[in-house]
Structures are given as C-alpha cells and as structure tokens.
C-alpha cells in the first residue's frame, strides 16, 4: 500500500488535519474573544481540542508508528459527534432535552454497538454512527435557521461565526453520510479504500477550515 | 321691507339667525333652508329676494359654488358670506366669487345688522376682519390684468364716488353730495367695476387701494 | 463486476446529491435572509405609515365635527341671546356673563379644532397653515416668526400634514423652553427635494442627546414622522448662538 498515490493522498490529508488543528488550537489561545461574541467564542472549545488532541494521536501512532487506526475511529466517531452536539446546544442556548436525548440515544447504539464490534466490520460500524450524527446535527441546524429569522434586526451572515460553524458542519455530514455508509462496504468489494473515501476527506478538509474562519470572525488580535 | 334669505346647514344656527334678523327693523326672512339646490329653484320661482346670506362650509354645495349660481340666476340679488372661517385665503375666495359681503359667524349682532343694510345701500360691505386682511390682499392679488394704470385711469369723479361709497353712504346720498342723479352715481360704479374688470364693486376697492388710488384709511 | 460498478457510480451520484442539497439549503437561508428582513422593514414601515394617516384622519374628523357642530350651536345661543335683549329687559351683568361665556367656549373650540387640524393645511396646503398658526400663536408667545419660501405649493397631502405636525412641535418647543425672540422658517423646493430649515436665537437644544433621553416622545414623533415621509432632520451644531435644523426629504414628487 505504500506505493499507492493513494496512501500519499489520504497521508496528506492527516497532515492537512494536523495543520487545521494547530491553527485552530493556535488561534483559540493567541487571540481574544470579541465582546459580543464571546459565545461563539466559547461553544467550539470541545472541537478544538478534539481537533488538536486527535490529529496529533494520529500523526504521531498511525502515521508514524502504523498502531491500527480502527480503535481510534470508532472513538473519533464519538467523539466528533459530543463535540458537535454540545456546541449547538450552546449555541442555541436551550433545547436542554433535545440534547441530552441526543446524547442518550446516540450512546445507547454506541454502546450496545461496541457488542458487534470487530477489527474488519469497524468502518461499517462507523457508518451508522455517522448517518445517525447526521440526522441530529440536520435538526439543530434547522433550529438554528428557525432562530435566525426569528430575530428582529438584520445581521449579516458573513459575520456570524456561527453561521460558518453551522455551514462547515451541514456540508461535512451531509456530503460525507454517503461516504461513511458506503465506503466500508466498497472496501471490502474491492480492497480499495481511499479512492471512495478521498470525497470525505475533502469534505473534512472544507469543514476544518469553516470551523477557522468562525472561530477567526469571532475573536481578535490579542492587543 | 328688505327680504332676506338664508342658507346654511347648521338648522339650530339658522334659526337663531333668522330669529336674529326678525328683530331688525324693516327686514324680513322671506325664505331658508339647509339646500343650496333648493334655495336656486327657489329663486327660479320667486325673484322676491334682495339679499340672501349664505353658508360657505355646505356638504352638497360650497358657498362659493352657489354664490356664483345664484348670481347667474338672478342677478341684482346681494350676497353676504357668512362663515366660521376667517382667514385669508376664506376672504381670497369670498372676492373671487362675485360676493358682495362676508360676516363670520361670531360677529356681533350689531355687525351683522350693519352688514345687512349696507349691502342694500352701498352694495357692499368690508367688515373689521377685511380691513386689516385688505393690505395683503392688495399684494396678493396678482392675476389677470398686470398693467399699471397712471394717476388719471380713474377720473376724479369716480374717486369721490369710490371715497364715499367707503364712508358707506347710499348712492342716494352720493348723489346729493356731489349734486349728480342718482343714475349717474349707478353708471360711475358699473363703469369703474368694468374698468378694473372686477366681478363687484369690492374688486374696485382693492384695486384702487392696490395702485394707490386710494389709501385704506378712507375705509371706515 | 458490472453490479459492482453500478453501485460505485450510484456511490457518486447519491454523495452529489447530498452536497448539492446540502449547499442549497445553505444558498436558500442567505438569500432568503436579507429578503426576509427587507420584507419585515417594509411592513413596520407600512404600519408606521398607517397608523400616521389614520392618526390623521381621526384627527380631522374630530376636529370637524367640533367645529361645525359646536361652534355653530354656540353662535346660535349668542344670536338668541340677542333676540332676548331686544325683546325683553334683561339683568344685564348675568346677561353679559352669558354673552362672555359662550365667546369663550368659542374661542376654546376654535383653539381645539385649529390645534387638532389646522383648518388651511387641506384647503390652502402647508405654507399658509402654517403662517397661520404661527400668526395665531407667535404674538403671544412674543416670537417673531418669518416664514419664507420659494414656492412650495402642491406637496402630497400626508406629508404636507407631517411637516405641519413636525414644525408645530418645533416651534412648540421653542415657545416652552427656548427663550426665543426670532425665528426664521425657510422652505426651499429644489428640483426633486425639498428642504426646510429651522432657525431661532434661543437657548441651544441639542436634538440628539434630548433624543436619547427618556420621556422624549415629542422628539420621536418627530423623527418618526419624518421617517415615515422618506424626511430626515439634521442639527447644524456648529451654530454658536442659537439653533439651526435643516429638514430633508427627497423625491418629494414620488412621496
């Protein structure tokens, strides 16, 4: 597989991850949060360190060190989706229940999923975490539309972190739930992998750096 | 008998005026009502009416319209204005619609009889309101014949005339005192309206005041 | 495999599909966005509009039927009270109480009728009301007030009566506070705008700091009035002595 220009491809990509994370890590410690924003400011903290934290374990084991990837996939899977629940519900600032009945259930089918898990299905596994991440992610940010319009005065969304937030995560999860559903299964048809998989990665690509530019409308050089 | 009729919407005001009018020696409400329409078919049948006091502010018809069509139909009949109003632009029209006098419907009963007996004597009557809104009229009437007369435009006689129809002498009187017939005193006045082109003798005024023919203080 | 193949292009065509509603649904939300608030603007706007014209007609109906009605039946007293003098020997005092009661309630009615509708605006238009009002209330207030302009005559109804409203609550405020000796009104029609401005020696009134406060309703109502006629008021704060504002409305023609 090392041969493969697809193996250089989706190594790119790690590195591609590990730079957005850095950035983003960066970012959130070096400038300072604006006044009326500070919200938004404060939501994506999770990401960020998921962001961070998770690129780094993959350079450094997978890449460097070629531990199997899959443990830590199905973890990012988790782990991904209590980031984003949790910032929306901050974002939004209520729905209390529909946030933790999203965790709760997402948990359950983790959990009672981890039963049927084995090293060879894993990717198959993921999918479901994915379509599942997706429906729920789809109905926080139909609430947040709903949000938008309900507010008196115009703002202009190219100004909103949270509309790139919103924007970077739709985009991400609605492109790749075909992707993540049907990629394992590809794999196993064909042994190729990162052909199928190359649409996500861009994807991710594009929402990393969504969650940046947000992160950047929403904070300032430190004086 | 001087015979009086009356117009006016507001019945409890009418009546009061004709009750009003009732109490003036030698003159008598021959006829009033609330519709100018009717008053002119009215006048269509009778033409026993020498002065008839009209309302200006009417829902079917405006003073002012009807001032023109009463005039049409009969034309030696005198009309007095009667308004709430008062301003200007009220007396502007009042002028511009051929009528002979206008009282406010405040005035004081004593005006009104003046009023009254002017019209039948002078043919006109300027109350204390038009006085002091005469000057600006005099700047403010602008249309039509933008000429300016020389000294002589009206001859002298027609000055005394003008000077002593203001002192609100009847044109009897005005005869006597300049030693003329009563007639020629009638042709100075028509003469001196064609003249100046005005639609009445108040036209004349204002315009001998205007081009200082005359000076206000010859008005009463 | 031609099944296998089969399902990696169907792979492609269903991950297009989600990115492509997926981008549409973002491409609605901004569009729709600013299409959204503009039609919210407009409908408070129109609700200002309305709730102004309709403040206005209920005014001049009142202010009708005051007129009409009462005064007419006041004078209707006085001329009965008249009749009664000839016909009988009447206690004169009461008699001349009477007759100063009922002008006074005339007086009382016209200052009430003129002040919910200026009796010129409808008829006349905006300039000779408002010389009248001034004339009506500048003496006693011992203001000399100008008013020139340079032919202002058909301006549209309902901005003719804002501007009258605007100014009266001007010059209002100057009689109440301004200590104001002269005042000078200047109305200027250039090409397809209209500019007034507002002139006095008083005390100077910083229009944007008394804006601010609290119980300023009378100053609301102004720039609400003026909004809803596309007018704007300006203070010309570089005036030393005195005050000067400058009204602005454009596209007079199109109002």
Redesign the interface.
């Known amino acids: 597989m090392r041969n493969n220009i697809w193996y250089y491809i989706s190594v790119s990509f790690v590195f591609q991850y590990l730079l957005c994370g850095i950035l983003l890590i960066y970012f959130y410690y070096t400038r300072s949060p604006r006044k009326e924003l500070y919200n938004e400011f404060k939501v994506i903290k999770p990401f960020v360190w998921l962001m961070f934290i998770g690129e780094l374990y993959e350079v450094i084991f997978s890449v460097i060190l070629f531990v199997k990837t899959a443990y830590w996939t199905t973890l990012y899977s988790l782990l991904e989706f209590l980031a984003f629940n949790y910032m929306f519900y901050k974002l939004l600032k209520k729905h209390k229940t529909l946030y933790n009945t999203f965790n709760i259930v997402f948990l359950t089918f983790y959990i009672t999923s981890l039963f049927f898990w084995n090293i060879d299905n894993h990717n198959i596994v993921e999918g479901y975490y994915g379509a599942i991440e997706t429906v729920f992610i789809i109905i926080w940010a139909i609430l947040w539309?709903k949000d938008?319009?309900k507010k008196?005065?115009?703002v202009s969304?190219w100004r909103m972190p949270a509309f790139y937030y919103?924007?970077g995560t739709?985009?991400y999860l609605?492109?790749g739930?075909?992707?993540v559903l049907?990629t394992g299964h590809?794999f196993k048809?064909?042994g190729l992998w990162t052909k199928?998989w190359l649409?996500f990665l861009i994807l991710g690509t594009f929402m990393r750096i969504m969650m940046i530019i947000g992160l950047l409308k929403a904070t300032v050089k430190k004086p | 008998m001087l015979k009086v009729a009356l117009v006016d919407d507001h019945k409890l005001f009418r009546k009061s005026l004709a009750a009003l009018i009732g109490t003036f020696e030698g003159v008598e409400v021959v006829y009033e009502s609330d519709s100018g329409k009717d008053f002119l078919s009215h006048l269509k049948e009778n033409k026993n009416v020498d002065i008839a006091l009209l309302d200006i502010q009417m829902p079917e018809m405006d003073g002012y319209t009807l001032c023109g069509k009463v005039l049409k139909v009969h034309d030696s009949i005198k009309v007095l204005m009667i308004s709430q109003l008062s301003s200007k632009e009220t007396i502007r029209h009042v002028m511009q619609s051929g009528a002979h006098g206008f009282v406010t419907k405040n005035s004081e009963p004593e005006q009104l009889e003046l009023a009254i007996r002017n019209l039948d004597t002078s043919g006109f009557y300027l109350g204390p309101e038009l006085g002091s809104v005469l000057k600006d009229l005099m700047l403010y009437q602008q249309g039509g014949n933008e000429f300016q007369p020389d000294k002589d435009f009206l001859s002298d006689r027609e000055k005394e005339v003008i000077q002593l129809i203001c002192k609100g002498k009847s044109s009897a009187e005005i005869a006597e005192e300049l030693f003329i017939h009563q007639r020629t005193v009638e042709t100075h006045r028509q003469r001196m309206i064609t003249k100046v082109g005005a639609k009445n003798f108040i036209g004349v005024i204002v315009f001998a005041l205007k081009h200082n023919l005359l000076d206000v203080e010859d008005l009463s | 495999m031609g099944q296998g193949e089969e399902v990696v292009s169907l792979f492609y065509i269903g991950t297009a599909i989600m990115l492509f509603l997926a981008f549409g649904l973002m491409f609605i939300v901004v569009t729709y966005q600013r299409h959204f608030f503009r039609m919210k603007r407009k409908e408070a706007e129109n609700m200002l509009r309305v709730s102004l014209e309709s403040e206005k007609n209920e005014r001049a109906r009142i202010a009708a039927d005051l007129h009409d009605g009462v005064s007419g039946d006041l004078s209707a007293i006085k001329n009965y009270l008249s009749v009664l003098a000839k016909k009988e020997s009447v206690n004169q005092t009461i008699f001349d109480e009477i007759k100063e009661g009922v002008d006074a309630a005339l007086q009382n009615t016209r200052a009430v009728s003129h002040n919910l509708m200026p009796p010129l605006l409808e008829t006349e238009g905006l300039v000779p009301a408002l010389k009248n009002h001034l004339n009506n209330v500048g003496p006693k207030a011992q203001i000399e007030f100008e008013v020139i302009t340079n032919g202002v005559d058909q301006l549209p109804p309902l901005v003719a009566y804002q501007l009258f409203r605007v100014l009266q609550e001007l010059t209002t405020n100057m009689i109440k506070y301004g200590n104001v000796s002269k005042s000078e009104i200047n109305l200027l029609l250039e090409k397809d705008s209209l500019k007034i401005e507002i002139s006095d020696n008083g005390v100077p009134f910083n229009f944007k700091e008394n804006l601010a406060k609290p119980n300023a309703s009378g100053l609301k109502n102004i720039t609400s009035r003026l909004h809803a006629i596309g007018g704007t008021i300006v203070q010309n704060e570089e005036k030393p002595k005195g005050n000067q504002f400058t009204i602005t409305i454009k596209n007079i023609n199109h109002a």
Do not use: R
Request: with cysteine; glycine share 4%.
């Open positions: 539309f938008l319009f008196d005065e115009v969304l919103v924007l739709v985009i609605c492109g739930v075909i992707p049907f590809l048809a064909t199928y649409v």
